[in-house]
């Protein structure tokens, strides 16, 4: 392995296995299609506005992740959390309107949670949320 | 079920390659560069120094390198398929010494080789 491109630490071919790779495929969570759906609105050339990124930016989001992040991240974890430094890398979004949005959807989540458990005498916070 | 990766729509309107646009040819030797890389490249270093064999000429496609800095206009660049040997990439390869190996790489990563060996 050269030394000078040894550090490229996503660059794993021919490096030796640490774990078997689980090689199963499990279900989508909803969220993990919306990331998907997302990465390709946001790479279409004919929406208005144009292309926003390309799947180029996002390896290299992927890419540029801590070697923790990386080794610990899911699939579309990874996918997310690319896709939300390059819109922030262009200024698309701010860090401010993502909190922002991100507390509104977090109280529409717990009223609907409320919703869903009112008159169940059991219900407590922190219970089944999928 | 979401496919594993959008296809940039330069690769979607990509022309085959008249031989002419190519710097290399079927059955050519190539090296491919080695050396410091910054950013996002799509040569996996294990093939970075070895030389293979031009199988053939996928396309011409936007650099991976400009597309991942947000320029979408850039010169596009021959791809190449190109075929390894197993022991070219692998010193420690134990399998049949004629299995090869192929890797998709942009002309701006290959060198010619003069002399086949």
Redesign the interface.
Known sequence: ??E???T?HH?V??APGHEPIPREQHA?LPW??RV??L??IL???GRPGG?R?????L??GI?SLSPDQYRSLGYYEKWLTSLVAIMRE?GIVSGAELRKRLAEVTIAHEGEHALEHAGDEHAQDGGDRA | MPSSMPATSTRKTAATVPEAAARFSTGDAVRVANGAVFGHVRTPQYVRGKIGTVERICGRFRAPEELSRGKYDGAQRALYRVRFLQVEVWPDYHGDPSDTLDVEIYEHWLEPVRTKR
């Open positions: 392995m050269n000078l491109t040894a490229a660059d071919g021919g989508f993990e299609l998907d759906a990465m390709w790479g279409d050339a292309r990124m390309t799947v180029d930016e390896r290299r890419e262009k």
